[in-house]
């Protein structure tokens, strides 16, 4: 097999080097993706999204209504049963595995981004993460990716999308409102603080202070400067790429972000070209295997209306660009006007165009809740699966699966003197009257019938080299308790 690389195109140097080899790839790890974020969801969709569970999607779609199909779009507008979200996750799943091995893979893909769109249109809060829309996104300008030849306009296009991933949210560490990125002290806190660790998070954060302001500082550059060098030609692409995903790599090793980082990696193709994956290819064992996915076929004639689908990409192409733009503004400048705030609201449904702020102002504090039950003059302590609980627990390695709950405690932690949002409200709820119910989110088996429920609220720091366990604690906001007979919550 001879190397096949992508022409130049009409955008010269700023075009990608990569052809239909690199957009064969990418639909299959695309459809990886795909197949992870479902089965992550699948495991959990009833207790979070069903009728009895914490936030019952059944709830959202009757909220949504008024507003119509086209301002919440979901397939969940006519069937809302735990039948049909368990249906939906599978489905997804299946079609990930089918794009994964190359059946129909840019309808598979289809399918399973519209299916993963309406779980995002109606799955707050816990399906309202950036990587959430990150991947409705990429499954979008998936389907702009021919597979038997070169489309310079649309690989630019995913090659932007990797721009907007990083460059924004240097902006957004730029402009912190505590300054914690320019002075150096953001990686200080970053590890203890991420919403997950993992147990390699306790030895970066025992490093020196002196490295820690030199990563705050140097996660600037990544992020602001080395961007730029996907638009530098390919020798700037291959240095983007090898700092970019020792970045990301670091993140895989410290912290759980889900399907973040494969879905970012995953982005990172397009700074490759054709050749230098068919190099790889060469030395593959199983290379009958690799070379369905890989490799387009033989003897592929010139496509019909070849002008039509050029238009039609490049129509969508400024379309993408312009509201991408539009939202950036938005949500990372100063508002961006009436004009760009209203179009941004009107768009923002799809989770196509969005703008990207990842970690812009790092968390000092981490405040965890712990849940606990009392029965025969007893109080029980309620150890959540992946939080931070027993101090000589080891932070977990869960990523790529997301347990969402875990997830969103983090950010209630972060309010701990506030009212407690509906989700903790139905868990506590759940813990007086069906625990059965909420079981799947504990390790410690769950009092059957508790006379109150508790939440107290703990700091947590890690331990330092020399002292027993992975964590120290101490009390940090007042606790809640609720009289399970009344279902009131009280400080």
Not at 107 to 135: E, H, K, N, R
Not at 163 to 191: H, Q, R, T, V
Not at 350 to 369: C, D, G, S
Request: charged share 15%; aromatic share 14%.
């Amino acid at each position: 097999m001879t190397d096949r690389a992508a022409p130049t195109g009409r955008f010269g140097w700023m075009t990608p080097d990569s052809g239909p080899v690199v957009a064969r790839l990418f639909h299959a790890l695309l459809g990886l993706v795909f197949v992870i974020a479902f089965a992550s969801l699948r495991a959990q969709v009833e207790p979070l999204f069903g009728a009895e569970g914490l936030s019952p999607i059944a709830d959202a779609v009757a909220r949504a209504r008024p507003g119509g199909w086209l301002a919440t779009p979901t397939l969940f507008w006519w069937w809302s049963s735990d039948a049909a979200l368990r249906g939906a996750a599978t489905a997804g799943i299946f079609a990930g595995a089918l794009a994964l091995v190359g059946v129909w893979p840019r309808v598979c893909l289809a399918i399973a981004t519209l299916l993963y769109l309406g779980f995002v249109s109606v799955g707050a809060p816990f399906l309202q993460f950036q990587w959430d829309s990150m991947l409705v996104e990429c499954g979008v300008l998936a389907l702009l990716l021919p597979r038997d030849r070169p489309q310079p306009t649309a690989h630019l296009l995913l090659l932007f999308a990797a721009f907007k991933l990083y460059f924004e949210s240097g902006l957004a560490k730029w402009g912190s409102p505590i300054g914690d990125w320019l002075d150096g002290s953001a990686m200080s806190y970053y590890y203890e603080t991420a919403p997950l660790p993992a147990p390699l998070a306790w030895f970066a954060h025992n490093l020196p202070g002196w490295w820690h302001g030199f990563e705050s500082r140097a996660t600037l550059v990544i992020e602001l400067l080395v961007p730029v060098l996907l638009f530098c030609g390919r020798r700037g692409r291959l240095v983007a790429l090898v700092v970019l995903t020792g970045f990301q790599l670091v993140n895989l090793a410290t912290a759980n972000y889900g399907f973040f980082v494969y879905l970012s990696l995953t982005l990172h193709l397009f700074m490759l070209s054709d050749a230098d994956l068919l190099k790889v290819y060469a030395r593959l064992p199983g290379r009958a295997v690799w070379g369905r996915v890989l490799l387009p076929r033989e003897g592929v004639g010139a496509p019909s209306w070849p002008r039509l689908r050029a238009g039609l990409v490049t129509a969508f192409a400024v379309v993408y660009v312009t509201l991408s733009l539009v939202t950036a503004r938005v949500e990372l400048g100063d508002g961006g006007g009436r004009w760009s705030a209203a179009l941004q609201r009107y768009t923002e449904q799809w989770h196509v165009f969005n703008a990207y702020h990842l970690f812009a102002q790092i968390t000092r504090a981490r405040v965890e809740p712990e849940f606990a039950g009392f029965e025969a003059g007893a109080w029980r302590t309620y150890d959540l699966r992946y939080k931070p609980g027993p101090l000589e627990r080891a932070p977990p390695i869960v990523a790529p699966h997301q347990p969402r709950l875990d997830f969103m405690l983090w950010f209630y932690g972060l309010r701990a003197r506030r009212a407690p949002p509906g989700y903790v409200r139905r868990l506590l709820a759940d813990l007086c009257e069906q625990p059965e119910r909420a079981q799947a989110f504990f390790v410690t088996p769950l009092l059957a019938r508790p006379s109150h429920v508790r939440v107290q609220f703990w700091r947590y720091t890690f331990t330092r080299p020399g002292e027993a366990g992975w964590w120290r604690r101490e009390p940090a906001a007042p606790e809640l308790v609720m009289a399970c007979s009344k279902g009131q919550v009280m400080r």
